[in-house]
């Protein structure tokens, strides 16, 4: 097996995201496990070219720093990843599962013939064979994809891998390439950030946070008594807040904030991979759940599968009561 593997560098708002050292580390670990093939990470956007440094993991860097792309223009970026499949550059590609690439894998796939693997949250190399496990249903099941011939194109759902083995400094060569000419569909000007909300929960020590298992917004209360006996606050699963029971600033998750509290208290949450995506690096997960096999299960430290309406008042009375002994 020879494996030549392209990654995506995925950023925002001038920023390298963590999907890119996840992406880069597997890709290396599949290199150095196949004993042959490079790594070679495609780099686009203006004012880029000082974050080289950073991707020591790739062998080379394919850079193009050029004006008025600050982020990832969609029409541009497919045009090359079909251009260096079409030259052979590269087998693989490996492109982050966030809002701003999620689409391209699908335009790609269907302009250039290659399987599409959505959703990769394992990749291995399994007799000479890459073998890639994707999450269908909200992360309910598990699939193992074996690729056809090595190539395709992966998706890789963010948070599935440490990015710690992709964070290598070094100096990859580095290989500027020309801006293709191609009509964009749609520009970047500029970007509006939202106004602030009434609580950033990226900075509570403590989260209560609120899933399906809710059930009604007449027991949110409940909650909110608990997370005040534990000194923090509450949060929520996206469900919760397209209810309109919570607003968008108190949203954990792929498309809400990403936090890292000291202890997260999961209420009725499932756990898809979008929502692990926002919580995962918690010091202290707890999860309350009355179905054994949800998700969440996968990542929390502590659990017990019971209906989190019985157990709300019951906790923030024994935690009053173990500070009042305390004082």
Not at 55 to 80: F, K, M
Not at 191 to 213: H, M, N, Q, Y
Not at 237 to 260: E, F, H, I, N, Y
């Amino acid at each position: 097996m020879n494996a030549n593997i392209l990654v995506l560098v995925d950023h925002f708002n001038g920023a390298l995201r963590e999907i890119t050292f996840e992406m880069l580390g597997v890709a290396r670990n599949l290199v150095d496990t196949a004993g042959g093939g490079s790594v070679q990470a495609l780099l686009v956007g203006e004012g880029t070219a000082g974050w080289v440094s950073q991707l020591g993991a790739a062998d080379t860097v394919l850079l193009l720093d050029e004006a008025g792309q600050e982020l990832l223009s969609p029409d541009l970026t497919l045009t090359l990843l079909e251009r260096f499949i079409e030259q052979k550059t590269a087998s693989l590609l490996m492109l982050g599962g966030t809002n701003l690439t999620f689409g391209l894998g699908a335009r790609l796939a269907m302009r250039t013939g290659l399987p599409l693997v959505n959703f990769c949250r394992g990749v291995q190399v399994v007799n000479g064979a890459i073998v890639c496990t994707s999450a269908l249903f909200g992360g309910k099941m598990l699939i193992d994809v074996c690729l056809p011939g090595e190539c395709g194109i992966l998706n890789i759902a963010p948070g599935s891998f440490s990015p710690e083995a992709g964070k290598v400094g070094g100096t990859p060569a580095v290989r500027e390439i020309p801006k293709p000419a191609v009509e964009e569909g749609a520009v970047f000007r500029r970007l509006i950030a939202p106004a602030a909300g009434d609580l950033d929960i990226t900075k509570c020590e403590v989260l209560v946070s609120v899933g399906r298992g809710i059930q009604d917004k007449e027991n949110l209360p409940l909650a909110q008594a608990l997370a005040e006996a534990l000194g923090g606050a509450v949060s929520a699963s996206r469900p919760v807040v397209d209810q309109g029971w919570l607003p968008l600033t108190r949203q954990v998750g792929k498309s809400g904030m990403t936090v890292a509290p000291k202890l997260y208290l999961a209420l009725g949450i499932s756990g898809a991979p979008e929502h692990q995506e926002g919580m995962k690096d918690s010091e202290l997960i707890i999860a309350i759940n009355t179905d054994p096999k949800a998700p969440i299960f996968d990542i929390a430290h502590y659990g017990a599968t019971v209906d989190l309406l019985d157990l709300m008042e019951p906790l923030k009375a024994a935690v009053e009561k173990r500070r009042a002994v305390a004082k």
